[in-house]
Structures are given as C-alpha cells and as structure tokens.
T-cell receptor, first 115, second 114 residues
Framework: AQKVTQAQTEISVVEKEDVTLDCVYE???????LFWYKQPPSGELVFLIR??????QNEISGRYSWNFQKSTSSFNFTITASQVVDSAVYFC????????????FGSGTRLSIRP | GAGVSQSPSNKVTEKGKDVELRCDPI?????LYWYRQSLGQGLEFLIY????????KSGLPSDRFSAERTGGSVSTLTIQRTQQEDSAVYLC????????????FGPGTRLTVT
C-alpha cells in the first residue's frame, strides 16, 4: 500500500527556534518523487521542493533544509530560525511512476510560530 | 504568467441545489486534479484528467459528483443535490505530465451548503 504519514498534527514553537516536520512514506515502487507543499493562512498551496527516489542528497535553501533517507522511508523538513511568516500547514506528498494519477498527500502538519 | 484560477471563490447554496465549480488550469498543463479539503483536514483526491485519456474518477465520493474537462483545458466540477457534508474548500491543481513535476494549485472555491 502507498501511504504518507505526517504524525505531527500541530506544532507550536517560539520564533527563532528550529523546527523539524516529519514525513514517513510507504511504497513498493522503486521510482517515485517526494514533495513538500506549504499552505499559508491564505489557503493556496505552494510547492516547496521535490526529491526523486534515486537522489538522497540533502538540500538546503536558505532557512529550509530537507533530509531524505530511504533506509527509514523519511523525507523530513527543517526550518532553521523560524519566523512568524513560516506559520502554515505543510503537506508532504508522494508521486509514483506506477500510478501517474495518484499523488498521495499526508494529512498535513499545522505549524504555528509564536512571536 | 497566469496561475490556476478557480471560480467562484465562495459559494453558498441551499441543500438540494446543484452547483458548478470552475477551474482554469495553467496553459499547457495536460494534467488536472480536483481535491476536497474539509475544515482543518488534509486533501481528499476527487478526480484526475490527463490529456485525452479517460479520467480517473476513483475519488468521487458519490454519483452526485461529476466533472468534465472541455478541450483539454477548463474543467467543471458539478455537485448535484448538495448536502451539508459537501461543505468544504474545493481545490484544483494542474501540472505538466510526468511524475517529477509539481502541482500548481488554485486558490480554491469555498462551498457552504446551508
């Protein structure tokens, strides 16, 4: 079965703290892509990053970093020195070569950054 | 360039009425998805269109829901005989064909059934 689990329903931290959002996926496919999307209070989902199953290199973009580990089927997202503008719901998603129509989303993690 | 647009942005309807929600995808995007997002919840897949292929309707919750995509571009999601449990935000997304490409989401239509 294909599945994406975001076990953290809600996280609240104080501004400037680092925070990691967990994403664990399940698939038997060997070719797949993983994505993170951000849904700010305005409601429109915005793409953040993609990673393919053959590339385990971690990625850093400013305050954002992503850790992909196939051994644990995880694709975690860390925000360093969080800011109030980071407050949003974050979704992890899985796209499979075997099923182009099905992009499997996790249930999302609501992140609140307190000033 | 223009992103995905959806109309109306808000729709309030009485129980039992039919509603039509519209999605204008990004030009050139052959794949189009409809999702439903209830308050504070995740994304529920409804239907997927890819070019001229038969749509994947496996996510439609009942036969009151239908969707079409005309000319490979604009899509309309129709809900007949609306029920209160249909109240949600309906999101449309489009993308280039291929699993490596990200989806571009519209702002959604907030449907309230009274």
């Amino acid at each position: 079965a294909q599945k994406v689990t975001q076990a953290q329903t809600e996280i609240s931290v104080v501004e400037k703290e680092d925070v990691t959002l967990d994403c664990v996926y399940e698939t038997r496919d060997t070719t797949y892509y993983l994505f993170w999307y951000k849904q700010p209070p305005s409601g429109e989902l915005v793409f953040l990053i993609r990673r393919n199953s053959f590339d385990e290199q971690n990625e850093i973009s400013g305050r954002y970093s992503w850790n992909f580990q196939k051994s644990t089927s995880s694709f975690n997202f860390t925000i360093t020195a969080s800011q109030v503008v980071d407050s949003a719901v974050y979704f992890c998603a899985l796209s499979l070569y075997s099923s182009a129509s099905k992009i499997i989303f996790g249930s999302g993690t609501r992140l609140s950054i307190r000033p | 360039g223009a992103g995905v647009s959806q109309s109306p942005s808000n729709k309030v309807t009485e129980k039992g009425k039919d509603v039509e929600l519209r999605c204008d995808p990004i030009s050139g995007h052959t794949a189009l998805y409809w999702y439903r997002q209830s308050l504070g919840q995740g994304l529920e897949f409804l239907i997927y269109f890819q070019g001229n292929s038969a749509p994947d309707k496996s996510g439609l919750p009942s036969d009151r829901f239908s969707a079409e995509r005309t000319g490979g571009s604009v899509s309309t999601l129709t809900i007949q005989r609306t029920q209160q449990e249909d109240s949600a935000v309906y999101l449309c997304a489009s993308k280039v064909s291929g699993i490596s490409y990200e989806q571009y989401f519209g702002p959604g239509t907030r449907l309230t059934v009274t």
